[in-house]
């Protein structure tokens, strides 16, 4: 079973694979596939994903 990781296209099975999901329209769907925490890491900074996302924070 060969699954290519969503940042580099390496087999991620060969490695410590991490998988992302997202509900959409009320069921799970995987989005991507990684070989590791560094390709999804990367994936996230390459495609300014972590922009205008953050959870709310209170700081009183």
């Known amino acids: 079973m060969s699954e290519g990781c969503t940042y580099c296209g390496t087999d991620v099975h060969v490695h410590e694979p991490v998988f992302v999901e997202e509900e959409q329209s009320g069921e799970r769907t995987t989005i991507g596939k990684f070989c590791n ?24």
Not at 37 to 60: F, H, M, V
């Open 37 to 60: 925490y560094a390709c999804l890491a990367q994936y996230i900074e390459e495609n300014e994903l972590e922009t205008g996302a953050c959870c709310q924070l209170d700081l009183s």
